[in-house]
């Protein structure tokens, strides 16, 4: 079992290259990469609550000590974390990990495969198509705060997936991915890297997830989504993590002219999650929907950050964020949309909702504009409050308890988000998620 080292040491030791260097020592830029992460990461200092952009986190909690790499998992915990992965009943591809260890390769379908269309683990993409990863792998910085946790993701990167529809193919059924933790104290690095060439359509589906719900385990993740012209890539991540476990996520997306992104986060797992979403628009007519719906309970913390770009104009972004709170929980949302000065005629808009149902609970909200173009439609909002007592009232009124009237309150306000994924089977795991999370508050 590998340390996971954060204090001292070389990222690329003997015990990490012995595990997964067959494949990256061939390639002397991925080397460069992992190493020029560790450098920056080392350089970093961890981030306090007086930064503006942690304003509001519990950073004092974060911890990155007494974390391990996960050891390969054997044929019959393969098998069972394999059975309880198969959320939509015929994916474009499947892919599973496994304490960052591909578990299942996808396979496609002869069709797919003819057109061109790639779907492989990032280890296996980097012996095949090395020359594709070089260029779009890990191209953005993390602009919100979370780039002392890129740069540990950059280091230790490893696993993940890589996507590439080529230039004007469409596929309706969903990719998917699944990420696990299974052992106690385990450290993953998960990768995400969507490419939708010109007029490429896609959907790509991730979960998050543990086999133990009370087992301790560190989550950095990141995203790269790259949108041609005219393409359409639609997003779906679920993050359920462990309640032991502290999950960063920093996603990077850029839209290019007439471009259609839509993306859906769920968030139900973690003792904090930190969540940063940073969307590029490069490209007239681009239209990027942004949307987050999260079940907090207990004692966690949900960090949202977001920022929208407008460096083209004639173009569109919304985003739409709800929270429910229960517990002690609490709740974040920063969200700023830039508009650059030759951005005319943007149409740009961000909204937070937050439903407490608990006077224990907080929320925060801190929208934000940004504007240097006279020509624009931008506005911002966030609201914050209890359940409508009419609607309560109209439920307790016909004998249904009261936590279960909540539920479905609830479950009425976060409806408006999941109505976004483009899926029914998902979209129905995701609400039986949330159920399931109700009941044990």
């Not at 915990?77 to 939509?88: R, Y």
């Not at 301790?216 to 032991?244: C, E, T």
């Not at 139900?268 to 969540?275: D, E, I, T």
Request: glycine share 6%; hydrophobic share 40%; net charge negative.
């Amino acid at each position: 079992m590998t340390t996971l080292s954060t204090t001292a040491g070389n990222i690329l030791d003997q015990a990490t290259q012995k595990n997964h260097s067959q494949s990256q020592v061939s390639h002397e830029w991925f080397v460069q990469l992992k190493q020029k992460g560790w450098e920056k990461f080392s350089a970093l200092a961890m981030p306090l609550r007086t930064d503006e952009k942690w304003r509001y986190s519990d950073t004092r909690s974060l911890n990155l000590e007494n974390y391990h790499l996960g050891k390969i998992p054997n044929e019959d915990q393969v098998n069972q974390l394999i059975a309880q992965s198969h959320f939509i009943s015929r994916p474009a591809g499947l892919i599973i990990h496994v304490d960052g260890h591909c578990a299942l390769r996808p396979a496609i379908s002869a069709e797919l495969a003819a057109q061109g269309v790639k779907f492989e683990s990032l280890e296996d993409a980097l012996k095949h198509h090395p020359a594709l990863l070089k260029q779009f792998l890990l191209k953005h910085e993390a602009g919100l705060g979370g780039a002392k946790f890129l740069a540990l993701h950059q280091a230790y990167l490893q696993s993940g997936y890589v996507l590439h529809v080529p230039k004007g193919v469409e596929i309706k059924q969903p990719f998917v991915s699944v990420n696990w933790t299974l052992t106690d104290g385990v450290a993953v690095f998960p990768h995400a890297l969507v490419i939708a060439d010109d007029r490429a359509k896609l959907s790509i589906h991730e979960y998050n997830l543990s086999a133990n719900p009370l087992q301790k385990a560190l989550a950095i993740s990141a995203a790269d989504l790259y949108a041609g012209s005219g393409a359409n890539i639609s997003r779906f991540s679920v993050q359920g993590w462990s309640n032991d476990t502290q999950s960063f996520e920093i996603a990077n997306t850029s839209g290019a002219k007439d471009s259609l992104i839509s993306s859906v986060n769920a968030a139900l797992g973690s003792r904090r999650a930190r969540l940063e979403n940073t969307v590029r628009i490069d490209g007239p007519g681009a239209d990027v929907r942004l949307y987050g719906i999260s079940v907090a309970t207990g004692e966690q913390e949900f960090d949202q950050r977001t920022l929208q770009i407008h460096n083209a104009g004639k173009a569109k972004s919304d985003l739409l964020f709800k929270n429910v709170l229960l517990g002690k929980s609490r709740t974040i949302f920063s969200g700023l949309i830039k508009v650059a000065p030759d951005a005319q005629q943007t149409d740009a808009y961000q909204t937070n909702r937050n439903l407490l149902l608990s006077g224990e609970a907080e929320a925060d909200s801190m929208p934000g504009l940004e504007i240097e173009a006279n020509d624009v439609k931008c506005s911002h909002g966030a609201t914050t409050g209890q359940v409508n007592p009419e609607e309560l009232f109209y439920l307790l009124a016909r004998g249904i308890p009261l936590p279960v009237a909540q539920e479905l309150l609830a479950e009425g306000f976060l409806e408006e988000v999941l109505s976004k994924v483009d899926d029914e089977e998902s979209a129905a795991v995701v609400r039986e998620m949330f159920r399931q999370k109700f009941h044990q508050s």
